[in-house]
């Protein structure tokens, strides 16, 4: 099993930057692969970004060129790097674990989820 664990939300004005932290517990994170899902208040759970365990990335269309997804195996964490952040990236973000994914887009592929951390940017 995996825990993960979100970190590094807060409020930013728009065109500002943000690096969201995700940290998982279990020997076996580097085979996992972990995606960034984000959730606006009345919306459903939208993808951002998933990396496998040996770094492929993926990203949702929108988030391209300003999200940067990336993973430290050894240190058992997985980061999101937001740039050029707009007010319509206001969500809660939650980081999630995979141990076999066939579309990154469905958080129904996901096993494990963290609680989610807060971001908020101002216009």
């Given at each position: 099993?995996?825990?993960?664990?979100?970190?590094?939300?807060?409020?930013?004005?728009?065109?500002?930057?943000?690096?969201?932290?995700?940290?998982?517990?279990?020997?076996?994170?580097?085979?996992y692969a972990m995606?960034?899902?984000?959730?606006?208040?009345?919306?459903?759970?939208?993808?951002?970004?998933?990396?496998?365990?040996?770094?492929?990335?993926?990203?949702?269309?929108?988030?391209?060129?300003?999200?940067?997804?990336?993973?430290?195996?050894?240190?058992?964490?997985?980061?999101?790097?937001?740039?050029?952040?707009?007010?319509?990236?206001?969500a809660v973000y939650y980081c999630a674990?995979?141990?076999?994914?066939?579309?990154?887009?469905?958080?129904?592929?996901?096993?494990?989820?963290?609680?989610?951390?807060?971001?908020?940017?101002?216009?």
């Amino acid at each position: 099993q995996v825990q993960v664990a979100e970190s590094g939300g807060g409020l930013v004005q728009a065109g500002g930057s943000l690096r969201l932290s995700c940290a998982a517990s279990g020997h076996t994170f580097g085979s996992y692969a972990m995606g960034w899902f984000r959730q606006a208040p009345g919306k459903g759970r939208e993808f951002v970004a998933r990396i496998t365990w040996s770094g492929r990335v993926y990203y949702a269309e929108s988030m391209k060129g300003r999200f940067t997804i990336s993973r430290d195996n050894a240190k058992n964490t997985v980061y999101l790097q937001m740039n050029s952040l707009k007010f319509e990236d206001t969500a809660v973000y939650y980081c999630a674990a995979a141990t076999k994914v066939q579309d990154p887009r469905f958080s129904t592929e996901y096993d494990y989820w963290g609680q989610g951390t807060q971001v908020t940017v101002s216009s």
